[in-house]
């Protein structure tokens, strides 16, 4: 069964959230649900919920690759003024992009883990489009995420390829 998927134009978003720092993608994939977990046990998610401004409701879990194979994974929300100085949270900005947006459905984090091999392996080298080097997110949705219907969405940037 092809994978599904929808095509979004996010505008510019400005994000404030917590960030942590990885020297490989292996070491961000084994610390990313431990890095949910204590955000979730320190009440930092509900703190960021407070000031979310609702672009995207739910969170987000934002993969930025850096030079040399380094990663940062940011948990954040959108807010209306992320030049906050008197909060400890980061900020981060999300450029104007279009996305391909496809659903993870099930458990966090399996349904994620899951899915990525066959958005590579299958739905991008088939697509009428192209990824870009641009920050790529989660985007989970309120709700329980260990429902087995409990959608994330994957959200990753692109360039439409014409034809010539």
């Known amino acids: 069964?092809?994978?599904q998927y929808k095509l979004e134009q996010l505008n510019h978003v400005q994000l404030i959230g917590v960030l942590r720092k990885y020297e490989s993608d292996d070491e961000m994939q084994k610390d990313i649900p431990s890095f949910w977990q204590k955000v979730n046990n320190d009440g930092v998610v509900d703190d960021l919920i407070e000031l979310s401004n609702q672009t995207l409701s739910?969170?987000?879990?934002?993969?930025?690759?850096?030079?040399?194979n380094?990663?940062?994974?940011?948990?954040g929300v959108p807010c209306d003024n992320s030049n906050n100085n008197d909060s400890h949270f980061n900020t981060?900005?999300?450029?104007?992009?279009?996305?391909?947006v496809i659903d993870a459905k099930g458990k966090v984090p399996e349904?994620?883990?899951?899915i990525m091999p066959?958005?590579?392996?299958?739905?991008?080298?088939?697509?009428k489009f192209k990824t870009i080097r641009a920050p790529m997110f989660e985007h989970y949705l309120p709700g329980n995420t260990q429902s087995n219907d409990y959608i994330t969405e994957i959200w990753i940037p692109i360039e439409v390829q014409t034809k010539d």
């Open 1 to 3: 069964m092809a994978i």
């Open 58 to 68: 739910g969170m987000l879990g934002v993969i930025l690759q850096k030079e040399d």
């Open 111 to 114: 349904a994620i883990k899951s």
């Open 70 to 75: 380094h990663f940062d994974y940011f948990i």
């Open 118 to 127: 066959k958005i590579y392996q299958e739905l991008l080298p088939q697509a």
């Open 92 to 100: 981060l900005e999300l450029s104007a992009h279009k996305y391909v």
